[in-house]
C-alpha cells in the first residue's frame, strides 16, 4: 500500500524531508523487540511541534488513513506495528525537555525523550525520574504502555507519576488534561485514561512528569537462595512487614546463568533477590536489617552489598539487561513473553505454577520480575519461525495469564496489550472490554489511532 | 413531578418499601451541606443489592427518568442534588464490608460503607483506610468526588487507593474495572474514569480498596506562627525538604478562633499547622527534629505535642470539624467554599492573594487546608437569602479559581464539581470539557445519570 497522493503531497508541503517513503525507514519502524511481524507503515514523519502533529492528524483522519505512534520503539507486544498500513509517526525529533520546576518536582517534557536522557539533563537538580523499564523507551511511550519498571514498589508507575498532557486527538483537535497541581478532583481523569491508551485514542505531544528528591542514602544487595518458592515467599513476607522496598527483583536460577554467559557477572545458578533500600541513613540501616533477617529464615546467602555508586550502576544494568540476556541462552531464538501480576499473597503459588508448567513443556523459560508488586515475566525461548513450538508456548503463556485472572490479577502488569495479549482482554474485562470500545469510538470515530489494537474491532 | 405510572409500578414491585415518596424522604434528599438548593427528587429508592441496582437503572434509562446516587449527602458543591428530577439511589442500605484480604492489604465493600465504619471494622487487623474527608462520607460517594484528606499527602487521594470497581452502566449492564493486582496494564484505566465522576458515568456497587498498615510510631503536634506568610511558607519548605509528612494541615487565626468558641480548644488566635509523622521510631524522631528545626526558622511557637492517641484524636477530630466550626463563626451563615489546589512554590502567594481579596470584600472568610498538597479552601460565610452577598462571594471564589489555573493549578482540589465549579470547567479544560462530554454521551446515550452536572449540556 501507500499513501493516496492527496494526502502525500500536503505532508510533504508540511514536512519535506520528514515524510519518508523509503523501503530502509519503513522496514525500521516494522521491527519489534518480540516475534510479532507486520508489514511496513506506507510512510514514516518526523513530527517536529504540536502543531505538526494536529495538522498531520487531520488530514489523515480525513482520508481515513491509520496513524500510528512510534516512541523508542522497544514495546514487547508488537504495540506499534501498522498492522493496516498507515503512517508512523516518529516522536524522535520531539526529545526536548521543555522546563524543569525544582521546586514543584515536576518536569515538562516533549514525548521522545528518553528515560535516560531525562536523568542524565535532571542530574543537576538533585531529583530523578523514577519509572525505569530495562529498555531505554522514551517517555510518550512510556506513558502509552503505562510502563513501570524496578521501582515501582516505592515510587509507582507511569499512572502514578504523570501528571499532565498535552493530547493530539485524531480529527486533529489539541487539548490539555490534567494540571501540575498535586491532585485535583475537576471532572473525569482523562490524564489516567490516555495513559496506557496506547496510541489508540490520542497522541501524546508534552508530558508534565512527577520527579522525586535523590535519597540521601542507598544501599543495595543481591542474595541467593537454595529454591525458588523460598525466594519468593521471602519476597511476599518482606512487602507484607511494610518494609519500604525502594527495589526488589526477582531471577530465578536460569537468568543467573544467562548473566554469567552474557554479562560477565559470577553468580551461583541459584535464584536471586537483588533489593535496594532508600531514605535518611538511620533507615536505610534499620530497613536492611529488618530484611536480612526475614531473607535469613528464608535461608538467604551469599548477601553482596553493591556499595559504591558504580558498583550499583552495574548491578540495575545487569538486571535491566535481563531480557537480552535471557534471549542469548538460545542462540536465534525469539521471547514469547508472560507479563502477570497478582496479589502480594498469590505470588508464591503463582511463580510455583509457571515454573512448573514451563518444565513440564520443555522450554528454556527464565522467570524474572518486579515481585515487590506480585509482577513477574517469564521468557519463553522460541523459534520464531517454527509455528508449532510458537503455538505451545503461547499455549503456556495464556495458562499463566489464566491462572492470574482466577486469583484476582492481571494478564499485563505492564507491557500493555498490543498485538499479543488482545486474544484476553475479553477474559479479563468482560462487558467492560466493550466499554473501552465505545470510548474509543467516541474519541476516535473514524478509527484512525493505532487501529486493530486494545479495543475489539468495529462492526 | 411525579415518577410515570409504569415505572413506579415496576420499581415498587421491586423494591416494595424500599422506594418512597413520601415529602420527609425526599426533602432529606434535597438538602445539601452548602447553600446549593433544588427541588427534592421525584422518589427515593434504597437498593440493596447491584442487581437490583441494574434493573432500576435499565428501568429509568428506558424512560427516560434521571437517576442520581446519594452516599452520605455530604459533598459541598451540591453533587447530588436532583436538578431534573428523578429517582434518588440512597446507598444507605449497601454498607457492608464484604472481604478484608490482610496479605494483601486490600478490602472489598459496599459503597455505602462510611469511612469511620471501614475503619472501625479494620481495627484488629492493624490496617486502616487512609482517605478521611472531615465528614463521615460513604466510600461510594469518596470515590465519585475523587476525595482526599489530611493524609493524602503521605498515602494519596481515592485516586490511588481505589485499585478496582463494580459498576453499574446507564443501562443496566453490570461491569467491574481493574483487579486487586498492585497495577495493570491491560487497556483503558476505567477504575480511574469512574473515580471522580460524581455519578455521571455509571453508579459503583463495589469498590475494592488499598490499605495501609498503622505505623510503627506516630507523633502529632500543633504550633503556632506570627504570620499567616510565614507559616505558609514553612509548609513549602518542608515539603520542598522531602520530609515525608503524614499530615502537616494549615489553619489561619479566624479558624482558631473558631475552634476555641466551637470546639473549646485555647488556641492563639494565630496561624496554625498541624503536623504529624508516621514511622519506625527512629524516623518519627529525625523526621520530626527536621520539621522542627524549618519550623524554627519561620519562627514557630507553642509546640503542644499530642502524644496520646485520645489527644491525638481529639486533634484531628477538631480539624475535622473545621467546617462547622467556621460556620459557628456567623450564626445562620452558609459557606460559599473555594478548594483550589496549586504547584507547591505557589502556595504561599496563593494563600496570601486570597487571604487579602477576602478582607477587601469585607468577607468572614477562614482559610484552611490540606496544604502539603497545595491545597486549601476559603469558607466564605454568607446569608443565603442575601443574593447580592452571595454573588459578591462568588466573584471572590471565582478569583481565586483563576488565580489557581492561571499559575499551573485546578479550580477544585478535593470537592469535585458538582453544581458549583461547573461554570468554571471550560476555563480549567477548554475543549477538554468536550471531550468529557463526548464519554458521557457514549456511555450514558440518554443522560440518565446525575443529569445537568460536571459535563456540558446536550445540544
Ligand atoms: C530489554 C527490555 C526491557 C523492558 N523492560 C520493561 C520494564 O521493566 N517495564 C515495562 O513496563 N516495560 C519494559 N519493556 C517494554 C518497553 O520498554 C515499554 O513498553 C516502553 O514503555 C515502550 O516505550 P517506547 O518508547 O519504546 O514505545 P514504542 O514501542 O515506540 O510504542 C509503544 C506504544 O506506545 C504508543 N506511543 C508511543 N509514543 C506515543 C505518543 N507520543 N503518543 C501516543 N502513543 C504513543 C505506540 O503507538 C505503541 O502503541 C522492556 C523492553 C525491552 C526491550
Ligand atoms: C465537614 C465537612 C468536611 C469535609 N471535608 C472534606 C475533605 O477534607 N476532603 C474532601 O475531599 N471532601 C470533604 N468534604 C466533602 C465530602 O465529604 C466529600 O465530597 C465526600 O466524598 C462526599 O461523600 P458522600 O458519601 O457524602 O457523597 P454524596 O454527597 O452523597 O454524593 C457525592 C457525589 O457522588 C455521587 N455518588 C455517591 N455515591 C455514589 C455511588 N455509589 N456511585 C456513583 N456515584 C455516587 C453522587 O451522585 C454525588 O454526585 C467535607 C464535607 C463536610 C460536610
Known sequence: ?????????????????????????????????????????????????????????????????????????????????????????????????????????????????????????????????????????????????????TTAVRYGTMRDNVLALEVVLADGRIIRTGTRAAKSSAGYDLTALFVGSEGTLGIITEL????????????????????????????????????????????????ARAFNGYAGASLPELPHLMVEFHGSPGAVREDAERFGEIAADYGAKGFDWAT?????????RMRHGAYHACLSLRPGASGVLTDICVPMSELPAAVHAAAEDIAANGFIGPIVGHVGDGNFHSILLVDPGDEAEVARAKEVAFRMAERALAVGGTITGEHGVGLGKRALMPAQHGEAWQVMGAIKAALDPRDTLNPGKLVPDRN
Chains 1, 2 share one sequence.
Do not use: K, Y
Not at 515467599?233 to 507484607?240: A, D, H, L, W
Not at 559504591?308 to 540495575?316: G, I, K, N, V
Open 308 to 316: 559504591t555508586p558504580e558498583d550499583r550502576a552495574r548491578l540495575w
Open 1 to 149: 500500500m501507500s499513501l493516496p497522493e492527496n494526502l502525500r503531497n500536503r505532508l510533504c508541503d508540511l514536512l519535506g524531508d520528514r515524510l519518508s517513503e523509503g523501503a530502509a525507514d519503513r522496514d525500521h519502524h516494522a521491527q519489534s523487540e518480540s516475534f510479532h511481524r507486520a508489514p511496513p507503515p506506507d510512510a514514516v514523519a518526523w513530527p517536529e511541534t504540536t502543531q505538526e502533529v494536529s495538522a498531520i492528524l487531520a488530514a489523515c483522519d480525513e482520508v481515513g488513513v491509520p496513524v500510528i505512534a512510534w516512541g523508542a520503539g522497544t514495546s514487547l507486544e508488537g504495540h506499534a506495528l501498522a498492522v493496516r498500513g498507515g503512517l508512523t509517526l516518529d516522536f524522535g525529533r520531539m526529545d526536548r525537555v521543555l522546563e524543569v520546576r525544582p521546586e514543584d518536582m515536576t518536569v515538562s517534557i516533549q514525548p521522545g525523550v528518553t528515560r535516560e536522557a531525562l536523568n542524565q539533563e535532571l542530574r543537576a537538580t538533585g531529583l530523578f525520574f523514577s519509572v525505569d523499564p530495562g529498555a531505554n523507551a522514551s517517555l510518550g511511550g512510556m506513558a502509552a504502555t503505562r510502563a513501570s519498571g
Open 208 to 255: 508534565t512528569l512527577r520527579l522525586h528528591g535523590q535519597p540521601e542514602q542507598v544501599a543495595a544487595a543481591v542474595c541467593a537462595f537454595d529454591d525458588l518458592d523460598r525466594a519468593v515467599e521471602c519476597v511476599s513476607t518482606t512487602i507484607q512487614s511494610g518494609i519500604p522496598m525502594a527495589r526488589i527483583e526477582f531471577v530465578d536460577a536460569a537468568t
